[in-house]
């Protein structure tokens, strides 16, 4: 079992900046591919970008390419999203998951572990 723990969620002007982390306890965290994903309220969960478990590769949304970089410290069993140039439409619960393979995953079905979500909210 891996628990995962978000936090730094919180409210922003657009165009600002918020930096997402979770960490994790249990079993070895770099044996996990780790992956942010949001959810708005009445809409469905998303992907938003996923990290490999050494932190060498990354694959993003296209929404958010170029504004959010994903990184880890496996030394701290923790994964980041960073957030820049927050936009309105970035407002959403953020969760973390993880799953132990050497692939970058991107859907939600294949992740095994989940946090509870932080919540980020970007006003105009």
């Known amino acids: 079992q891996v628990q995962l723990v978000e936090s730094g969620g919180g409210s922003v002007q657009a165009g600002g900046s918020l930096r997402l982390s979770c960490v994790a306890s249990?079993?070895?965290?770099?044996?996990?591919?780790m992956g942010w994903f949001r959810q708005a309220p009445g809409k469905e969960r998303e992907f938003v970008g996923t990290i490999s478990r050494g932190g060498g590769r990354t694959y993003y949304a296209d929404s958010v390419k170029g504004r959010f970089t994903i990184s880890r410290d496996n030394a701290k069993n923790t994964v980041y999203l960073q957030m820049n140039s927050l936009k309105p439409e970035d407002t959403a619960s953020y969760y973390c998951?993880?799953?132990?393979?050497?692939?970058?995953?991107?859907?939600?079905?294949?992740?095994?572990?989940w946090g509870q979500g932080t919540q980020v909210t970007v006003s105009s």
């Open positions: 249990g079993r070895t965290f770099s044996s996990y591919t």
């Open positions: 998951a993880a799953k132990e393979t050497i692939s970058l995953i991107t859907t939600i079905a294949s992740y095994d572990f």
